[in-house]
């Protein structure tokens, strides 16, 4: 009867035990962490705050060059060099020239580059280059509109 009593007293002391640990000692850790925040407050106890907003900039010159391929198809007089008249398979872009700009006029874009195309005709092995200043105008709600000058 005595070890009936050390088992039940054993128990109940791993039982007090085991409660005392998990109220005393939890498993929770705390981990703080420094955010960096787009801008700055002057008063953080200001519930206004005005901080820098940074927006990325489309990529205006990879979506000229697009409008401007889509012209190609579209147009016939710049599927010639001189005097010959190519397929749009066999017009491909040589070089977009890095002098290339942005400007706004209320808010809407105009890209202007220069780009050089290759005419190259699989049956012949002649090459002609050509190259074109090209602006590219974007109004709100419409396609864009190409304009094209040969140099």
Known sequence: ?????????????LLVGG?????????VVEVVKE??????CADLD?????????????????????VFLEEIEDDDDLQECDSDEYDIDQVKVKKVYDDWS????????TVYFT????????????????????????EEDEDPEVDWELV
């Not at 409660?19 to 498993?27: E, T």
């Not at 955010?35 to 700055?40: L, Q």
Request: hydrophobic share 40%; charged share 30%; net charge negative.
């Open 1 to 13: 009867m005595e070890t009936g009593w050390v088992i039940a007293v054993g128990i109940i002391a």
């Open 19 to 27: 409660f005392l640990g998990v109220g005393l000692f939890p498993r």
């Open 35 to 40: 955010v960096p925040v787009a801008g700055e």
């Open 46 to 66: 200001s519930v206004v705050c005005d901080p820098e907003i940074v927006v990325e900039e489309k990529d205006y010159k990879a979506e000229a060059l697009q």
């Open 102 to 109: 942005v400007e706004y006029d209320d808010e809407e874009p």
């Open 115 to 138: 780009v050089k195309l290759k005419y190259l005709d699989g049956d012949v092995e002649d090459k002609c280059y050509a190259k074109y200043n090209v602006d590219v105008f974007y």
